[in-house]
């Protein structure tokens, strides 16, 4: 295997998908430091609010020299700016700094990535993506004018694919799909492990909406909450057209959430992160809808009722990773 | 993500998946070269008498000094060894060499690894699995006697798998069973691209055997040959009860092979690597007898025959690569 600029940035590119969708409202991004050759550091972007993929991976990069120092311990990403830019004594005046996104030209949250690394002078930036975003762009530019060697587009189309979530939240509201089903497309029962419910508990805190069918609701008796992670519980939208549910379904008594029973599926538009958990009947009806399907297979085969109604759908696979045992494909309908 | 043993070993052992199967009647193996902290190569062994895979990444690692060198040329195991006896100038003792599988200690087609990395000296080897063939094994005996540090058992569990078709065709017969279907079971017609059939007829030029249902050579009426490689076309063995089939279906047309009719499947155990071409119904017959699953899976929501039938299986993943757009599957049944 060629050890070469795309195969640093898919280092990048496979640490930030294991973030993907928990970094909401910010997009997932990865960052590689290599150092004169050696391979220091390869970080992601985690969560809103702590600190980009470059800081992370600057960071562990440096802490790779003097893994004892201050740095060790801090958390905030303002603090690491500061430290990084007091303390860099030019370490990384030989680092290639991979980063599947252009790096950040605006003080959000966190000060701006590109003036970080324009003080840092690192012998040269790889980026995948290029940010479209009218706030944050202008990454390369700063760089550039600082002397830094820039090359751009490198797996840009997996560093795009990575964008795909952010920019449908971005834009418009982001439906995904979400299913779960074993090798053979048993989809009745409960098919996931216990890890891959926390991770569907992890993804419920993030979204604003959760759009279940009547029919679910009615067999399942769901509580559709976030209590493996203790998080936020999404306000939830019962696509019926039957407006009669028992009110001791235990989704009702959850506090502080909005219950939405309606036919009109114009009214999700008012979320921005919504998530459907169905199976194939609601993904036929909302297949055009929806940006991207997450699904969870288990690795068993059984008997059960299986997916047998006759929806013909080509998907591109964005990615996968493990869930425990267990796999999560991220993937996009070909149009 | 931590850059310790076990990353660097993960690199070897994804490598070396993808030529699984197809190194047959030798293991599969993956080796990465680390030299001060600098990645240098990744690579794999890839066929029978093509050169170990310590021997590709220790060519590669040396030719990342010397680009230009006769060692770009030099193809033939024996003629690298040479080579890199004679002329590493002691390029590899700052070097940290992972391998999945320990070096072997006797010269077969090729010479033995251990013994050249004992004249390389290596500063560490870093070895997942211990070598239990009685032929090959000793080599890390033969490396410390050399004074090289031997680090052993890191990603012993994952290196370990990926010797898992080796181990069964070293000990008895080894059988597989290779099935495609589409994200929702969906089995029937032609699911696989033109790149999944490249790759099933190159492991058809591998195997001994091809085991199929009688109904599937009634009903599809196969060739089962490997014309997409210009392979060895393997012997048949039809798995049926009923002995007549029109000699007009292309398989019985096939130079060179033989083509056994049978539902005695004590038969088949004269051959040493058995690929069974099937679907659910066959599994389920096979599935106690079978070393494990090459399940290829295209990224499509199908309306077609699904695997409807009462099994219940738990497996494994072994290891997952693409085929172009498509995912082979390796699986393992659990106990």
Chains 1, 2 share one sequence.
Not at 138 to 147: F, M, R
């Amino acid at each position: 295997m060629k050890i070469d600029d795309n195969f640093y940035m898919k280092l990048a590119i496979d640490e930030a998908w294991k973030y993907q969708l928990l970094t909401y409202p910010n997009p997932a991004v990865g960052c590689v430091v290599v150092k004169d050759g050696k391979l220091l550091a390869i970080e992601a972007h985690k969560e809103a609010g702590l600190p980009h993929a470059e800081v992370n991976a600057l960071k562990t990069a440096l802490l790779s020299k003097e893994p004892n120092s201050l740095l060790k311990i801090l958390e905030n990403s303002s603090d690491i700016h500061e430290y990084l830019i007091k303390n860099h004594n030019n370490f990384f005046n030989d680092c290639e700094i991979y980063t599947t996104l252009e790096p950040c030209n605006h003080e959000g949250k966190t000060p701006s990535c590109a003036k970080l690394l324009s003080i840092l002078k690192p012998q040269r930036v790889i980026i995948g993506s290029i940010d479209t975003n009218k706030v944050a762009s202008g990454g390369i530019k700063t760089l550039e004018e600082s002397n830094i060697k820039v090359t751009t587009k490198v797996l840009k189309k997996e560093c795009d694919n990575l964008l795909l979530p952010f920019k449908s939240w971005q834009n418009k509201s982001c439906i995904f799909f979400k299913m779960a089903q074993t090798l053979n497309g048993m989809i009745d029962g409960s098919v996931s492990s216990q890890r891959a419910k926390l991770y569907l508990h992890m993804l419920r805190d993030k979204i604003d909406l959760l759009l279940i069918g009547g029919n679910s609701v009615r067999v399942d008796k769901p509580t559709l909450d976030t209590r493996y992670v203790k998080g936020k519980n999404p306000d939830i939208f019962i696509y019926s057209k039957n407006k009669v549910f028992s009110q001791n379904i235990p989704l009702f008594s959850v506090p502080n959430r909005k219950v939405i029973i309606s036919d009109d599926l114009f009214k999700i538009l008012d979320y921005k992160f919504i998530m459907v958990e169905g199976v194939y009947n609601l993904l036929d009806i909302l297949k055009d809808k929806i940006d991207f399907v997450v699904l969870i297979v288990s690795p068993k085969i059984r008997d059960g009722i299986n997916a047998t109604n006759s929806l013909n759908i080509d998907f591109e696979i964005l990615h996968e990773n493990y869930l425990g045992d267990e796999k999560i494909v991220f993937l996009k309908k070909r149009d």
